[in-house]
C-alpha cells in the first residue's frame, strides 16, 4: 500500500506540472495576440527558452537555494534506492521538482509580456538564470520551506504566518515587481508617447490568439491552484471551486469596468486566478467570487492608470494583473480566509500583509537592480533601428507570416 500511495502521489504531481507547462503555452499565445505583427516571432521564441533556461538553471542552482536538495547523484539515488531512498522517495522528489520548476519558469513568462517589442534576447535570457537560479527561488525558500526563519518571526508577530498556497505572492507578485523593475528601466516604447505625453496607442494584433493564450491559462491553472497540494490526500474540492469562483468573478467585473473590452475581459481571467492562489484551499466559494470581482477591476484600473496616467509602458499589463493582483490575493486570503467571513481559518490580516510586503519590495528591488546592471554592462534594450524594424527580422531574421515578405 505505501508503494502505491508514493506511486500515486508520482502521478498526480505529474499531472499537475504537465498541466503548469501547458500554461506555458497560454502566456507565449497571450503575448503573441497583444504585441504587433512585427514581435510574434520574438514572443514564441522568448517564451520557450525562457522556460528552457529556467529549467536548467532551477536544476542546478535554483532547487538547492530553495529547498536544499541537489540532484547530482547517481540515477539509483534519484529514483529512490540506495542511501538517499527517503529524500527521493520512488522519484517523487524528480516530478514535484518538474512542477516547481513550472512555477519559477512562470516568472520570466510573466516578466516577457511587461517588456515586449524592445528588448535584446540574450540580456533576457541572462536575467532569466539569475531570477530562476538566485533571486526566485531565494524568497520561495523562505515561504514554502520556512529559510531564515521569516516566516517564524511573521507567526511569533502576528498570529500567522504568510499563507500562501499556489503563489499569488511567491509567483505572481514576485513575477509583477520585477517586470516592473524591468519595465522603468527599459522606458516605453517607440511611437507609444509623443512628445507631450499624450497616448498614442498600440492595439492588439490577434484577439483571436489572445483569447486562446487566456483560455489556455484558465484550464492550466486548476493545475497551477488544486495541485499544489502535492499529495493526493491533500486535493480538496475547495480549492477547484475557490478558483473557478474566481476566475467568474474577474470576467464579470472586467466585463462592465473595461466597457465590454476583449482584451480587459480575457484578461480579467486571469486578474482573479491570479487573486485566489493565495486563499484558495481556505477561503468560501463566496468570498473568492467576490476576490476575483475586485481583481477584475483593479487590473482594469491600474492598467489605465499606467498607459494614460503613468506613462508606463507594460505592454501586457503584467503589474497590473500579476503584480497588483497577486499583492490582492495576498491580502485578500487574510480577509476572506477568516472564519468570521466563512473561511477556514489559520491566517491573519497583518501576517498577510507584513509577509506579502516583504514579497513586493523584494521582488521591486531585484528588478531594479538586476535589469540596471545589465543595461550598464551588456545593454538590456535594442537600438533604434531594430525596434523599428520588429525584434522578428531583427533578432531571427524571419517574420511571422514569411510569404507577405516575399509580395
Given at each position: 500500500?505505501?508503494?502505491?500511495?508514493?506511486?500515486?502521489?508520482?502521478?498526480?504531481?505529474?499531472?499537475?506540472?504537465?498541466?503548469?507547462?501547458?500554461?506555458?503555452?497560454?502566456?507565449?499565445?497571450?503575448?503573441?495576440?497583444?504585441?504587433?505583427?512585427?514581435?510574434?516571432?520574438?514572443?514564441?521564441?522568448?517564451?520557450?527558452?525562457?522556460?528552457?533556461?529556467?529549467?536548467?538553471?532551477?536544476?542546478?542552482?535554483?532547487?538547492?537555494?530553495?529547498?536544499?536538495?541537489?540532484?547530482?547523484?547517481?540515477?539509483?539515488?534519484?529514483?529512490?534506492?540506495?542511501s538517499l531512498g527517503e529524500t527521493f522517495d520512488s522519484g517523487y522528489?524528480?516530478?514535484?521538482?518538474?512542477?516547481?520548476?513550472?512555477?519559477?519558469?512562470?516568472?520570466?513568462?510573466?516578466?516577457?509580456?511587461?517588456?515586449?517589442?524592445?528588448?535584446?534576447?540574450?540580456?533576457?535570457?541572462?536575467?532569466?538564470?539569475?531570477?530562476?537560479?538566485?533571486?526566485?527561488?531565494?524568497?520561495?525558500?523562505?515561504?514554502?520551506?520556512?529559510?531564515?526563519?521569516?516566516?517564524?518571526?511573521?507567526?511569533?508577530?502576528?498570529?500567522?504566518?504568510?499563507?500562501?498556497?499556489?503563489?499569488?505572492?511567491?509567483?505572481?507578485?514576485?513575477?509583477?515587481?520585477?517586470?516592473?523593475?524591468?519595465?522603468?528601466?527599459?522606458?516605453?516604447?517607440?511611437?507609444?508617447?509623443?512628445?507631450d505625453g499624450s497616448v498614442v496607442g498600440i492595439p492588439p494584433s490577434?484577439?483571436?490568439?489572445?483569447?486562446?493564450?487566456?483560455?489556455?491559462?484558465?484550464?492550466?491553472?486548476?493545475?497551477?491552484?488544486?495541485?499544489?497540494?502535492?499529495?493526493?490526500?491533500?486535493?480538496?474540492?475547495?480549492?477547484?471551486?475557490?478558483?473557478?469562483?474566481?476566475?467568474?468573478?474577474?470576467?464579470?467585473?472586467?466585463?462592465?469596468?473595461?466597457?465590454?473590452?476583449?482584451?480587459?475581459?480575457?484578461?480579467?481571467?486571469?486578474?482573479?486566478?491570479?487573486?485566489?492562489?493565495?486563499?484558495?484551499?481556505?477561503?468560501?466559494?463566496?468570498?473568492?467570487?467576490?476576490?476575483?470581482?475586485?481583481?477584475?477591476?483593479?487590473?482594469?484600473?491600474?492598467?489605465?492608470?499606467?498607459?494614460?496616467?503613468?506613462?508606463?509602458?507594460?505592454?501586457?499589463?503584467?503589474?497590473?494583473?500579476?503584480?497588483?493582483?497577486?499583492?490582492?490575493?495576498?491580502?485578500?486570503?487574510?480577509?476572506?480566509?477568516?472564519?468570521?467571513?466563512?473561511?477556514?481559518?489559520?491566517?491573519?490580516?497583518?501576517?498577510?500583509?507584513?509577509?506579502?510586503?516583504?514579497?513586493?519590495?523584494?521582488?521591486?528591488?531585484?528588478?531594479?537592480?538586476?535589469?540596471?546592471?545589465?543595461?550598464?554592462?551588456?545593454?538590456?534594450?535594442?537600438?533604434?533601428?531594430?525596434?523599428?524594424?520588429?525584434?522578428?527580422?531583427?533578432?531571427?531574421?524571419?517574420?511571422?507570416?514569411?510569404?507577405?515578405?516575399?509580395?
Amino acid at each position: 500500500m505505501e508503494a502505491t500511495q508514493q506511486g500515486t502521489d508520482v502521478f498526480f504531481v505529474l499531472i499537475g506540472a504537465i498541466l503548469v507547462f501547458a500554461m506555458h503555452a497560454g502566456f507565449a499565445f497571450l503575448e503573441v495576440g497583444t504585441v504587433r505583427k512585427k514581435n510574434q516571432v520574438n514572443a514564441l521564441m522568448k517564451i520557450l527558452v525562457d522556460f528552457c533556461v529556467s529549467t536548467v538553471s532551477y536544476f542546478f542552482v535554483g532547487f538547492a537555494v530553495a529547498y536544499g536538495i541537489t540532484f547530482l547523484t547517481s540515477a539509483t539515488e534519484l529514483s529512490g534506492g540506495g542511501s538517499l531512498g527517503e529524500t527521493f522517495d520512488s522519484g517523487y522528489k524528480l516530478v514535484h521538482f518538474f512542477f516547481l520548476m513550472t512555477f519559477a519558469a512562470a516568472v520570466p513568462a510573466i516578466i516577457s509580456g511587461g517588456i515586449a517589442e524592445r528588448t535584446r534576447f540574450k540580456p533576457q535570457m541572462l536575467a532569466t538564470a539569475v531570477i530562476v537560479g538566485l533571486a526566485y527561488p531565494f524568497f520561495e525558500g523562505i515561504i514554502w520551506n520556512g529559510n531564515y526563519g521569516v516566516q517564524d518571526w511573521i507567526e511569533a508577530s502576528f498570529g500567522a504566518p504568510l499563507h500562501d498556497f499556489a503563489g499569488s505572492i511567491v509567483v505572481h507578485g514576485v513575477g509583477g515587481w520585477i517586470a516592473l523593475g524591468a519595465v522603468l528601466v527599459l522606458g516605453p516604447r517607440m511611437g507609444h508617447f509623443k512628445s507631450d505625453g499624450s497616448v498614442v496607442g498600440i492595439p492588439p494584433s490577434n484577439i483571436p490568439f489572445l483569447a486562446l493564450g487566456s483560455w489556455i491559462l484558465c484550464v492550466g491553472w486548476f493545475g497551477f491552484n488544486v495541485m499544489s497540494a502535492a499529495a493526493v490526500d491533500g486535493i480538496n474540492g475547495l480549492v477547484a471551486m475557490n478558483s473557478l469562483m474566481a476566475m467568474a468573478g474577474g470576467v464579470l467585473v472586467a466585463f462592465i469596468v473595461g466597457k465590454n473590452d476583449p482584451g480587459f475581459v480575457h484578461n480579467g481571467a486571469l486578474a482573479g486566478l491570479v487573486a485566489v492562489c493565495a486563499g484558495s484551499d481556505i477561503m468560501h466559494p463566496v468570498g473568492s467570487l467576490i476576490v476575483g470581482g475586485v481583481a477584475g477591476a483593479v487590473f482594469v484600473i491600474f492598467f489605465n492608470l499606467c498607459h494614460n496616467k503613468w506613462k508606463i509602458d507594460d505592454v501586457l499589463g503584467v503589474w497590473p494583473l500579476h503584480g497588483i493582483c497577486g499583492l490582492w490575493g495576498g491580502l485578500a486570503a487574510g480577509i476572506f480566509g477568516t472564519e468570521a467571513l466563512g473561511g477556514l481559518g489559520g491566517v491573519t490580516f497583518m501576517g498577510q500583509l507584513v509577509g506579502s510586503l516583504i514579497g513586493i519590495i523584494f521582488a521591486l528591488v531585484v528588478g531594479l537592480v538586476l535589469y540596471k546592471v545589465i543595461s550598464v554592462t551588456m545593454g538590456l534594450r535594442m537600438n533604434e533601428e531594430d525596434e523599428f524594424r520588429g525584434a522578428d527580422l531583427a533578432l531571427h531574421k524571419i517574420s511571422a507570416y514569411p510569404e507577405d515578405d516575399l509580395r
